[in-house]
């Protein structure tokens, strides 16, 4: 992510996520996952997480039009830098769908 000069801010912009932030999403996922999980889960576990795999998920479920989930994405000179999901209850879908509102 790039740094404002003379600050300690970083330089990204959040906002709805869609079905072309598939890939990007699923890049920072597996690569989160390989950095953090690095010595506490096995090495091969965490070699073999697919890209590909992860995009495919990521692209259905940004593609899903009853998905009880809000994706978000941070992005910093037009690249996913992290994604930000959030699920709703089933309620609260119900009630956003009722009253016109989106997922």
Request: aromatic share 4%; glycine share 10%.
């Amino acid at each position: 992510m790039g740094r404002d000069a003379g600050t300690d801010t970083i330089a990204a912009v959040v906002r709805e996520a869609t079905s072309a932030d598939a890939r990007g999403i699923a890049e920072v996922h597996v690569r989160c996952w390989q950095a953090a999980y690095g010595g506490i889960l096995p090495r091969q576990l965490l070699d073999d997480l697919s890209v590909d795999l992860r995009s495919d998920f990521w692209g259905a479920e940004l593609s899903d039009e009853n998905s009880r989930a809000r994706t978000l994405v941070a992005e910093d000179r037009r690249h996913v830098c992290g994604p930000i999901a959030v699920e709703c209850g089933r309620r609260q879908v119900a009630a956003a769908r009722g009253a016109g509102g989106a997922r």
